[in-house]
């Protein structure tokens, strides 16, 4: 079956500094991959998803790119702010119709002053 | 803002209660989904729907919840027995379509505590 898995349960950083969170899958089919964000008491929300032509999403900031040699998916922003400080998961959607969203074990990640 | 309405935002059972949380989704997608996120902010999905039809649920789902999304109404997921490993919030998610490229769009959820 599909997994995602996110190395990192937690990250800390200083405002300022690059952030980059781990994601990597498996799946039998090629997947569509994306990263998700959850603030305090909201909703999950998207925040980038894989492209079919390998162009690299980009939003807010942050980027990935899918790599499916490695099977890898993992986000990046060159610089970390006090408001990215949030729940982050990837997660991934084959393709069977109606396909439900396989989603990681997520990644906190706080940014300090 | 989220265009995926769940109601009621909390909800507190007693063990062995029904507990009954609702779900209106985004206007034109038919593909809906309920997961569970747990204390340790993991996702388990549990069952989706499109248009009133089950596509997929898992096992916990067929023996002690039940769900539904009746046309012209909103969605439900029901506990028919509520145990204290059920306190978690419960997602509801919808999309355009069942195809793997669209988004899920997610509602802010229903927290569950089971006391």
């Known amino acids: 079956g599909d997994s995602v898995t996110q190395t990192e349960g937690l990250v800390t950083l200083t405002e300022g500094l690059p952030v980059m969170l781990n994601c990597t899958y498996q799946?039998?089919?090629?997947?569509?991959l994306f990263w998700y964000v959850q603030h305090l008491n909201e909703a999950p929300k998207l925040l980038l998803k894989?492209?079919?032509?390998?162009k690299r999403p980009e939003h807010q900031g942050f980027h990935a790119t899918l790599h499916k040699s490695s099977s890898s998916f993992h986000l990046q922003k060159s610089s970390a702010q006090l408001s990215d400080s949030a729940l982050y998961y990837c997660?991934?959607?084959?393709?069977?119709?109606?396909?439900?969203?396989?989603f990681g074990g997520g990644t906190r990640l706080t940014v300090r002053p | 803002n989220s265009k995926v309405i769940q109601t009621p935002r909390y909800l507190v059972k007693g063990q062995g209660q029904k507990a009954k949380m609702r779900c209106i989704p985004e206007?034109?997608?038919?593909?809906v989904f309920w997961y569970q996120q747990n204390k340790n902010n993991e996702f388990k999905f549990l069952i989706n729907?499109?248009?009133?039809?089950?596509?997929?649920q898992i096992d916990m789902t067929e023996k002690r919840f039940s769900a539904e999304c009746p046309s012209n109404s909103p969605c439900s997921l029901e506990i028919q027995s509520s145990e204290a490993g059920d306190s978690a919030l419960y997602l509801c998610?919808?999309?355009?379509?069942?195809?793997?490229?669209?988004?899920?769009?997610f509602g802010s959820g229903t927290r569950l505590t089971v006391l």
């Open positions: 998610a919808s999309s355009i379509q069942g195809a793997s490229a669209e988004t899920l769009y």
């Open positions: 799946s039998t089919y090629s997947p569509f």
């Open positions: 894989s492209f079919t032509d390998n």
């Open positions: 997660a991934l959607r084959n393709n069977n119709a109606g396909a439900k969203l396989t």
């Open positions: 206007k034109g997608h038919p593909v």
């Open positions: 729907f499109q248009n009133q039809e089950v596509l997929q």
